[in-house]
Structure formats: C-alpha cells, structure tokens
C-alpha cells in the first residue's frame, strides 16, 4: 500500500463537522496527522464549493462521497453534480434505509425478502449506469444485514453483485462488517477482484463486556496484512480508514491507525 492511496472517513469525527468553522478545524488536524485524502460523510450542510475550497486549501482529496441512499436511487443526476463539483470519482450507497445497525437484520419492511434484494439491486444498476455516463463510479458499502440469506440461498451481498453489471455497480468493502456478517474480510476482496475500488479499514475486537466493538486499524483481530494484500490484487485504488465509535478522542483514534498502516502495511 502506499500512503497517498490512505484516507480518512469523516464520518469517524462527524462530531466535529457540523459547522464550516468546525470542518476546516477538522481537515487540518487530518492532514496534520498525515492524511492526504478523506471520505466526505456525516458532516453538515455547506456548500461544495466551500468544501472543495477547504479540502485544495489543506492539501487534502476527496477521493469518495457516501450520498443518501434515497437520493442515489431517485436522483442520481443530483449527486453526479455534486459529485463534479467535488472533484471527486467514486460515491458510494452508504445503506439501505431504515437498516438497524445494531442486529444483524434488517428492518421492519425493507430487505425482508429475495424480491426486496432484486428490486434494491435493479434501483443501484440503473443509477450507476446514469452516475457511469457523467463520470462517476457508483460503489455499495456493505454492513453485516447483507449477509443474511433467504431460504438457504446466495446471501444478499451476493445477490447485490450477481445481479448488477460490473461496470454500473462496484464496491466499498467494509472489513469489520464483513466479519460481523460472519464471512471472511480476505475472501471477499479477492471474490471482488476488478470490482473492489474502495476498502474500508475498519477493526473488529472484543471489548471489556465481551460483545464485538470497533478498534484502531491494527489494534483489533482481522489480518489485515493478508486483507490488503488480497485488496491490492483485486486493484483496489483506495484505503479508508474508518471507525464507527472510538473509545476518547477520534481524532486520535485515526492517529493510531494511521501510525499503524505506516508500520505494518507500506511498502
């Protein structure tokens, strides 16, 4: 992995990016720690033209965008401009909504069968053939609900992939969800290879009461050496560091990590 190709996922101090005046704090103290590039998620409302200012003025890139599911499917002609005037060439269908994060199921009326999944799959392909054409690459950011099967069958994120195009529908693979759905991080970079343009870095540990819990890259229990390595064989082109909660401080929390992947994972 090389540096220039780590970035950080805003959404892992969106506490801090409410305000124009709080965002700018925020990119300085990322690119002070050694981030070149970000993810743009979970921060307030502000134009982008002003973000994309802050972003240039902080030597930083935006080298992927979550946008809201329902605006993906409906609007897809919407974030493609959005997308342009970011500069930036990957979005990414954060989750499907009104998904619980907190079981390993989807929620009441959404996901809850095979024709639910087939629909969903349908909506992302003729969306990211239209982001396709204005230069936009549409990817799928996994959780642990996608790994869930119907009837003994494919899981959803299988479905998900086998029925759109390649070209319309790419991933955001996310280790720690992926584990959480209890399928193996390696294994699915290298099922994805040609498809797998974003990686979420994102550690699965075991905390003191004993239930799963987010932990800085390398300070958790997935192999990342080997899940890069996969990453990298399939083409990956980005490594995002996220972290959905931190323990203190997350702007420290993405300092670790990053002292981390500099360690044990450059080449």
């Not at 990817?139 to 070209?167: C, K, Q």
Request: glycine share 8%.
């Amino acid at each position: 992995m090389r540096m220039e190709r780590l970035a950080a996922q805003l959404y892992t101090v969106r506490a801090h990016t409410q305000t124009p005046a709080d965002l700018l704090a925020s990119l300085k103290k990322i690119r002070g720690i050694g981030y070149r590039a970000v993810q743009v998620s979970g921060v307030g409302p502000i134009r982008e033209e002003d973000l994309l200012e802050m972003l240039e003025g902080e030597g930083l890139t935006c080298c992927v965008t979550h946008e809201p599911g329902e605006r993906i499917l409906a609007e897809p002609e919407r974030v493609a401009e959005r997308l342009r005037k970011l500069k930036c060439a990957f979005t990414a269908y954060p989750i499907p909504a009104g998904v619980r994060l907190d079981t390993p199921y989807p929620g009441r009326g959404l996901l809850e069968t095979q024709a639910d999944v087939e629909r969903l799959a349908e909506g992302l392909d003729r969306s990211g053939e239209v982001l396709r054409r204005a230069g936009v690459t549409l990817t799928y950011h996994n959780h642990a609900v996608e790994f869930r099967r119907f009837d003994g069958r494919r899981t959803m994120l299988e479905s998900i992939y086998a029925l759109t195009r390649p070209e319309n529908l790419q991933a955001e693979l996310d280790t720690y969800w992926v584990q959480a759905g209890g399928a193996d991080p390696v294994a699915w970079c290298r099922r994805l290879k040609g498809r797998l343009p974003l990686l979420h870095l994102k550690d699965y540990a075991i905390g003191p009461d004993f239930r799963p819990a987010f932990a800085e890259v390398g300070y958790g229990n997935l192999d990342f050496p080997a899940i890069v390595e996969a990453a990298e064989d399939s083409s990956c082109q980005w490594f995002i560091v996220e972290q959905d909660v931190c323990p203190g401080d997350p702007f420290e929390s993405l300092e670790k990590s990053y002292r981390w992947v500099s360690e044990n994972l450059v080449k």
